[in-house]
């Protein structure tokens, strides 16, 4: 079936702009995380959302970065003025069932902010 | 909240040879071990995972090893070959929490 998929593939913007990002996760798939990739770093968290719960926020890095999650489904990342520091990759994933199985990744927004 | 430190962060090695590269985790509660292989420009992929109530899981060539009393776990991959050039991360959490990322080990296989 359809793995992740996130859009835009690309997007670059200037500073002070806002920007949104969108999360397609697999298909019955109850958990979706966002991280941020800056180049040749490591994974930083963002957001996870598992099913109602309230979301885990605490990896948002200012209160320029919001997220939604809209019928358990789709995601939208929103970074607010944005600034050069936030350009990177934006890599979105899901699990069917936190805790339980695999995390699987979108192939991610590269933000670039000039 | 868990904390996974990540060691090394960059590994050469010559093909044939074996890596290994180790992960420690502060919460005890934890009970899910995966590791995620990245190569360049492409997105984190789930290689080998294991859970608490094992000790060691293979998959042909690689390998992982969890140590509960010191709290650490480990990757192992035998017989290198180029194409395990890439990002490895590995990861902890308990049940339902989020998961835990280490910073990532850059491995590269010498020719």
Known sequence: GAGVSQSPSNKVTEKGKDVELRCDPISGH?????????????????????GNSAPDKSGLPSDRFSAERTGGSVSTLTIQRTQQEDSAVYLCASEILAGTDTQYFGPGTRLTVL | GENVEQHPSTLSVQEGDSAVIKCTYSDSASNYFPWYKQELGKRPQLIIDIRSNVGEKKDQRIAVTLNKTAKHFSLHITETQP?????????????????????????????
């Open chain 1, 30 to 50: 109850t958990a979706l995380y966002w991280y941020r990739q800056s180049l040749g770093q490591g994974l930083e968290f963002l957001i996870y959302f598992q």
């Open chain 2, 83 to 111: 194409e395990d050039s890439a990002v490895y991360f590995c990861a902890a959490r308990e049940g339902n929490e989020k998961l835990t990322f280490g910073t990532g080990t850059r491995l590269t296989i010498i020719p």
